[in-house]
């Protein structure tokens, strides 16, 4: 009897130890999972949060940029200037894009073409010659017009006439020229038997352009193709008193073998909202991801093991 008491006392003690290993296991196990669903909740909450966040940014930014392109509009829409009060203006940047009427002289010997410029998405150049401002000693760039390259030989291009003696030019205050990217320095092209003007006629032009009755056309040839144009290292090359904080583009029918349709600046307005909408899109997917595999599967899951 002892010898059959001992080993019932025996098996009930296993018995015990493993309902109580097999209890530890079991809550080891639902304290895994619970540490995981919150691990992946907190991972899901904060992906939403960041990509909603993103979201917003973007719609920040196509709202400034919607509030500079109204701010344009406006500055397009406002009094021209006279050429008085264009010479009495310190800070480009407060006239941008307003509508601007100049008198004064085409320096033609500096005609610059800046190459790789589209218009109507047909490659080409646009034509830059320095205007020297009628009773003053200012000179500013003035972006003329697009003319087609030719595909053959780059360096053959299209005639532009410049006109002789003082001329009047309507356009708009525009930023510099536009810089293109270009890989190591800046070529210029210009053909061998270029007649170059000096920096001192060029000067004595500029300080009293309304006693410039001589034609001041470039000589044949005499033209330079460049990639990009910073103002101040031309103004520097040429020695022109050359305003570096704005140009001129101008406006007006096509006309001297240029095209004038500008293009609209691109502010990517509707790249900034497809960047919102796909940030919001992520963040929906990863919240619907979460509620289908962390709530809507785990319930069906118990709800079958409960119903089969």
Known sequence: MLKGDAENDADTRGQ???????????EEWKGARRGRFWIIAIAAFLTIAATASLGRWQLARAAQKEAMQAESEAQSRRPELDQQTFLSTDKGSDEML?????RGLWLGAQTVYLDNRQMHGVPGFYVLTPFALEGSNQTVMVQRGWIQRNFENRTQLQPVQTVAGLVEVVGRIAPPPSRLLELGKSAVVALPDAASSTASGAASAVASPSVA???MAAPEGSYAIRQNLDLEAFRVETGLP???DLSLQQSG???EGLQRDWPAPALGIERHYGYAFQWFALSALVALLYVWFQ???PWRKTSRAQHG
């Open 16 to 26: 015990t130890t493993g309902r109580a290993a097999s209890a530890r296991s079991s």
């Open 98 to 102: 307003r509508p601007v009427r100049l």
């Open 213 to 215: 009755a001589a034609p």
């Open 242 to 244: 050359l305003r570096t």
């Open 253 to 255: 029918p096509a006309s």
């Open 295 to 297: 709530l809507i599967a």
